[in-house]
């Protein structure tokens, strides 16, 4: 069999797997969920990274996941790929009445504040339902913040809403202060507050139109690269970390970030 750019060309190559491979024949949904999760990372990995080469190809595992996994439902006769081609696309359409149907906005908030009361239309009882638990929690976080300021639960990006928000902040950093200085120290209650905190942190971003999750990978990658110098100038003299001092250290991590 030769690879094509023919969609179903991929899922008779599936189908074949799934018959004649020990190792594809055995999965099940459960047993790769986690895999598809990770080739999601992957992909978002390639657009951090402006790779369009290794996007194409972490795409192409991710489209491989939809195919598997609607190949494992077919033979369940739980649903089939054609199934799962049909319901996008009708739903695509459906929730998007001002360009398949005779519905005006005027711009990209009114469209959607419109999403989340047509998904409240088909039986939501929440507009915070349909967001994934097991999401990363900066993620998830900022999730619930759109969906509700979709609605109208939010600051306005005004001068007293950038006020309101640098007050919030202001009032989670004195509450977390505050517990975490108590003499009988309540770890829940400390866990709560910083909670609160890295939800305000979240939500000030967010009102600069930035994400949480981007900006923190970001910084983790700062983290790793200035780390590693320390390492490597460490081995260089031939010490262990055992050998050197913190303010060492932090000499080198200086020097890290001028070469930034």
Known sequence: MKASQDFDNLVKIVKILRKECPWDRKQTHESIKDNLIEEAY??????????????????????????????????????????????????????????????????????????????????????????????????????????????????????????????????????FKEVYHQADQNPERIAEEYGDLLFSIVNAGRFLDLQAEDALRITNKKFQNRFRYIEEQIQ???????????REMEEYWQEAKQQA
């Open 236 to 246: 260089k003299t031939g010490r262990s970390f055992g050998d050197v001092t913190l």
């Open 42 to 175: 992957e992909a978002v990995d390639a657009i951090d990274t402006n790779d369009f080469d290794e996007l194409k190809k972490e795409l192409g595992d991710l489209l491989l996941h939809v195919v598997f996994h609607s190949r494992m439902a077919t033979e369940t006769d739980s649903f089939t790929i054609d199934d799962v081609i049909y319901s996008i696309q009708e739903k695509l359409i459906r929730r998007h009445p001002h360009v398949f149907g005779d519905v005006e906005v005027e711009d990209e908030k009114e469209v959607a504040k419109n999403w989340e009361s047509l998904k409240m239309n088909e039986g939501r009882k929440s507009i915070l339902e349909g967001i994934p638990p097991h999401l990363p929690a900066l993620i998830r976080a900022q999730r619930m913040q759109e969906k509700a300021g979709n609605v109208g639960f939010d600051w306005k990006k005004s001068d007293n809403g950038k006020t309101q928000l640098w007050d919030k902040l202001q009032e989670e950093l004195d509450e």
